[in-house]
């Protein structure tokens, strides 16, 4: 069954060719690997948890998910949990 729900899964992500991400630039396998992982978690409804050193683009991968999800529509809201520190 899960197989199945895989599969049908697998045929509603978009390819990388139809995805909105403009801001990112890069074409190499490591990329297009990001760009694979950016059409499934979009696909899905889930919470994503992006880690990574600062400037690598997170957020630009976080806009790239919000962009190419059902919720695109929506508001994206950045939160930058540095700023939040002194609460």
């Given at each position: 069954?899960?197989?199945?729900?895989?599969?049908a899964?697998?045929r509603?992500r978009?390819?990388?060719?139809?995805?909105?991400?403009?801001?990112?630039?890069?074409?190499?396998?490591?990329?297009?690997?990001?760009?694979?992982?950016v059409?499934e978690?979009a696909?899905?409804d889930?919470?994503?948890?992006?880690?990574?050193?600062t400037?690598?683009?997170?957020?630009l991968f976080a806009?790239?998910?919000?962009d190419?999800s059902?919720r695109?529509g929506?508001?994206f809201?950045?939160?930058?949990?540095?700023a939040l520190?002194g609460l």
């Open positions: 069954m899960r197989a199945l729900q895989y599969r899964e697998r509603t978009k390819s990388s060719d139809t995805l909105k991400i403009d801001a990112i630039i890069g074409n190499s396998s490591r990329m297009k690997d990001s760009y694979d992982l059409s978690t696909s899905t889930v919470n994503v948890l992006i880690t990574g050193e400037g690598t683009g997170k957020e806009k790239a998910i919000h190419n059902n695109a929506k508001n809201v950045v939160v930058d949990c540095a520190q």
